[in-house]
């Protein structure tokens, strides 16, 4: 496992050292016990061929032997029951803590990791790649130290009772790693490939399901069958190799090891003709010389298993390192004014430091203004908003909300003055009434019902099965999308904010609702300041700013009439809407 993923796993468990250690000396007292065993059977052995060499039956002596023996088997037992037990509950607290860390990250990711992963990507770090970590640390750790135990537990006991033919295992052993490295490292490999496909491939399969409509819209089911089909040979091509790579590290210390129990074997038996060493330990020897190689193969067989474990170790680090929203200051300050009065101030922005957006961007709202943000796609509209509300940083200048800079006010507090609507629309499983007054916990269901009133939304609930207590389905597919588009406009209102963003909120609707909603929008935005981002203009000519963007830059600004009668860009986009 590489050394800086081991390291910090090793990190998880160090609130854990005093339950490890006793962990490991279960471990170490159950494989001693283990150990001894083989030595008391070929006591027992040696016992039976004097009691045949002799003529007398040497009951006694056996009988003491074989309870010593049950002794060691139920004490070994007992130890690997409780190193099990706790082991069991160490692990499933480090995985807690590692999902909570990962679940914690998932709210201070920085908005554009999730515009260049996948969903399917992130799900699987927090569910394969996890589970991978789970099963490894689980399975593997204790396993090594009482693998570790029981090869020096061996190497003396086999000491004690002949060194000559302890040198034959000793020499062996080396030979059969020696011989399944390059295997092992090969493995690794394989096994960084087969997690990083299996995020892609769950991406894929997570992108189709969402977008099905639009899949058999455009009879893409053959195509989309070949692509997961060529992602899933990959997989299955990378995860043979992997499994086959370590697969084939046991077989080739087995073999190694089976030559070396036949030599053990063979000079044993002719020591024992000589007279050298008694029956029972040339059969003690034998077992101690078939038992030495297996912990030096189990541990080469994990290979496999610390491969898989090292590329979800990267990819769960790798997501945890990520870069984050700034941190609040210390001492965040409440602004005393809920006007909604918002200014920018030579505000400088890019998405990367060397390609800036913005430029010099100086604006003053007023309190209850409506300021409209038109401009072709791409032109930097939504940005503005999202900077506004600190979902971005600005590389320089300041944003001034109700008096008080925004670095200074708590993103939950400045969150709390914004309602948003968006031209996506985004419903949790739940009813109605829950996602109306998702703002606030148990909101007032006499509010909820006068926000879906102003949204034009209350009608059309009236005529669902359970009204307001109706059962949304994932994503709220079992409305219209017009229907979304009005419960989203009906949340914002509840939610009563200060400022009101509305991005394309009318786009998924009518042209009939389209102009409720406006009639109630302009009762709501009335005392509250307003950002409403229209493509479509005839919507927003009443507005008291318009702001004309164009490669993300301010490039005009004032009201209607104004620029219409500047005859600049916003009059030529005006017109031909209207031509």
Not at 180 to 198: C, F, I, P, T
Not at 280 to 286: D, E, F, K, P, S
Not at 326 to 338: A, E, G, Q
């Amino acid at each position: 496992m590489n050394k800086s993923v081991f390291k910090r796993l090793l990190g998880y468990l160090k609130a854990y050292r005093l339950r490890l250690f006793f962990v490991f000396l279960f471990a170490s007292i159950s494989t001693i016990f283990t150990v001894m065993a083989p030595f008391i059977i070929g006591k027992v052995t040696t016992t039976l061929f004097a009691s045949i060499k002799d003529g007398i039956f040497y009951w006694e002596t056996i009988l003491w032997l074989l309870a010593i023996l049950v002794c060691l088997y139920l004490i070994s037992q007992l130890f690997s029951f409780l190193q099990g037990f706790y082991m069991a509950k160490i692990t499933a607290n480090v995985m807690r803590e590692i999902r909570s860390d990962i679940d914690k990250k998932m709210h201070r990711l920085k908005l554009n990791y999730y515009d260049t992963h996948t969903h399917g990507d992130i799900l699987s770090i927090i569910t394969n790649d996890v589970d991978t970590i789970n099963n490894t640390v689980s399975q593997n750790l204790t396993s090594i130290v009482t693998q570790v135990i029981t090869a020096i537990g061996i190497l003396l006991m086999m000491l004690t009772i002949s060194p000559k033919l302890t040198l034959i295992p000793v020499i062996i052993v080396p030979l059969s790693l020696l011989s399944a490295a390059g295997v092992m490292k090969s493995g690794g490999r394989h096994y960084s490939k087969q997690q990083e496909l299996l995020g892609q491939l769950n991406g894929y399969i997570e992108e189709m399901y969402n977008g099905q409509q639009i899949v058999q819209s455009f009879n893409y089911q053959e195509r989309a069958k070949l692509k997961f089909y060529t992602l899933n040979e990959e997989l299955k091509s990378s995860s043979y190799k992997a499994e086959t790579t370590a697969g084939t590290v046991s077989p080739i210390t087995t073999l190694v090891n089976d030559i070396g129990y036949v030599l053990c074997a063979a000079i044993g038996c002719l020591r024992a003709i000589g007279g050298w060493i008694t029956v029972g330990n040339v059969q003690a020897m034998l077992e101690y010389t078939r038992r030495f190689a297996e912990p030096f193969s189990s541990l080469a067989g994990m290979a496999g298993s610390f491969g898989a474990a090292k590329a979800a170790g990267n990819r769960i680090f790798t997501l945890l390192d990520a870069e984050e929203e700034l941190p609040d200051i210390k001492n965040c300050v409440i602004p005393k004014d809920r006007s909604g009065s918002v200014t920018f101030q030579n505000v400088r922005f890019g998405y990367t430091p060397d390609h800036i957006l913005m430029e010099d961007v100086n604006l003053t709202i007023k309190s209850g203004q409506k300021v409209a943000i038109v401009g072709p796609t791409g032109a930097g509209k939504t940005t503005l908003v999202n900077l506004l509300m600190r979902f971005y940083e600005i590389n320089g200048g300041s944003i001034i909300v109700d008096g008080v800079d925004i670095h200074n006010i708590s993103r939950e507090e400045l969150r709390s003055r914004f309602g948003m609507v968006l031209q996506d629309t985004w419903l949790f499983e739940g009813t109605i009434a829950e996602n109306l007054g998702y703002a606030q916990e148990y909101m007032d269901k006499n509010k909820i019902i006068a926000s879906a009133k102003s949204a034009c939304a209350h009608d059309f609930i009236k005529t669902l099965p359970g009204g307001y207590n109706m059962m949304l389905t994932k994503g709220a597919e079992n409305i219209s999308q017009g229907e979304r588009q009005l419960l989203t406009i009906a949340r914002a209102i509840a939610s009563d904010p200060e400022i009101m963003i509305l991005d394309e909120a009318t786009s998924n609707v009518d042209t009939h609702t389209e102009v409720l909603i406006q009639k109630a929008m302009t009762q709501l935005m009335k005392g509250r300041t307003s950002f409403v981002i229209a493509h479509r203009l005839s919507t927003i000519r009443d507005a008291d700013m318009i702001l004309y963007m164009e490669d993300g830059n301010i490039k005009e600004i004032g009201n209607h009439d104004e620029l219409m009668n500047k005859n600049g860009k916003y009059a030529a986009l005006y017109n031909s809407q209207f031509s």
